[in-house]
């Protein structure tokens, strides 16, 4: 797991740092007048990058907390439906190819932390105490 989490944390690290050069051809938008789309952009890409900073972060913890695996979940579908439509509707080879590969990370990070469920018990519960009516006297 925690490989894993070193994974997340570069996949994060290469969402923010390598975006912005991704963007550039998407400038045209900002100089049609299109200001909503590249804040939506860029919205997507600052969850795009948060997504993997949380698993990074709090993913030794999703195994055993189903709020946060609720909250992976959800994080990783944005991440599955967001590069799905990229994958779709996309022309740039370079989004292409990074898309792709991040998208793969991002399954692999949902089948480690967030499919698996509660880990299955590896001791037996404890018996009930008995009470002062059934101990003998």
Do not use: K, W
């Amino acid at each position: 797991m925690f490989y894993l989490r070193i994974l997340s944390f570069l996949a994060g690290s290469a969402v923010l740092l390598g975006a912005p050069f991704l963007m550039l051809s998407a400038r045209a938008g900002l100089a049609s007048g299109h200001v909503f789309l590249v804040l939506l952009g860029t919205i997507a890409v600052l969850l795009f990058g948060f997504a993997y900073f949380f698993v990074a972060l709090a993913g030794h913890r999703t195994v055993r907390s189903q709020r946060l695996r609720t909250a992976t979940g959800a994080l990783l579908a944005f991440q599955f439906v967001s590069g799905g439509v990229l994958l779709a509707l996309s022309q740039n080879s370079q989004l292409l190819m990074a898309c792709g590969a991040l998208l793969c990370v991002s399954v692999f990070l949902f089948l480690a932390f967030v499919y698996p469920g509660e880990l299955p018990r590896t001791h037996r519960p404890m018996r009930r105490r008995d009470t002062a009516e059934m101990l003998p006297n």
